[in-house]
């Protein structure tokens, strides 16, 4: 009963390290996504995979970039940390369609000096 | 992009107390509606949604939520609460895409 799997569940950056997280889903989804949570603000959706071969920009897309490696993994890669980028990330799948629900990995708590 | 409202912040209760959370979405056509909720140190978890149908929703856990389409509201109850509901909720909307818009969640907590 895996569902979403991310690692790693936690890091520590210096400001302008590099850093990719890794996502994985073991339901057959073709939707995949990535979020992060600050305090007061919710989730805010980073970038999102309709359907294996795509990627789309979400809400809050500077400073990040994604690859869709197949079908089961997607990563979200920050090239350049930044301290305002001190956050947790969730990555989620769902079934196509936007009335499915989406199902969360446990996060990853990112804090960047 | 919507913009989801949640109007509680913190709410602090007693167990058996009743629980409502008020959530208002600003797009008026037609929206998916989700409650999920975030235990301590857990990730989110799905406890309903709306996307047609009888406006009046039950999820897990016994919680309800309902749907007014003409007050752009989707508010969560639950009867009487338990302190294992001690969690923060968050409401999420979505039109015909995929991009999920979240409230800035409640923190409930319930003192047994």
């Known amino acids: 009963n895996a569902g979403v799997t991310q690692t790693p569940k936690f890091q520590v950056l210096k400001t302008g390290q590099s850093m990719t997280l890794q996502c994985a889903q073991d339901m057959n989804h073709n939707s995949m996504y990535w979020y992060r949570q600050d305090p007061g603000m919710g989730l805010r959706l980073i970038y999102y995979s309709a359907s294996e071969g795509t990627t789309d920009k979400g809400e809050v897309p500077n400073g990040y970039n994604v690859s869709r490696l197949n079908k089961r993994e997607f990563s979200l890669r920050l090239e350049s940390a930044a301290p305002s980028q001190t956050s947790v990330y969730f990555c989620?799948?769902?079934?196509?369609?936007?009335?499915?629900?989406?199902?969360f990995g446990d996060g990853t708590r990112l804090s960047i000096l | 992009a919507q913009s989801v409202s949640q109007h509680n912040h913190h709410v602090i209760l007693s167990e058996a107390a009743s629980l409502e959370l008020g959530c208002n979405y600003s797009y008026g056509g037609t929206v998916n509606l989700f409650w999920y909720v975030q235990y301590p140190g857990q990730h989110l978890q799905l406890l309903l949604k709306?996307?047609?149908?009888?406006?009046l929703v039950k999820g897990i856990k016994g919680f309800e939520a309902e749907f007014i389409k003409s007050k752009f509201s989707f508010n969560l109850r639950k009867p009487s609460v338990q302190w294992s509901d001690t969690a923060e909720y968050f409401c999420?909307?979505?039109?015909?895409?995929?991009?999920?818009?979240f409230g800035a969640g409640t923190t409930v907590t319930v003192r047994a």
């Open positions: 989620a799948s769902s079934r196509t369609g936007s009335n499915q629900p989406q199902h």
């Open positions: 709306y996307f047609s149908g009888d406006p």
């Open positions: 999420a909307v979505n039109e015909a895409d995929y991009k999920l818009s």
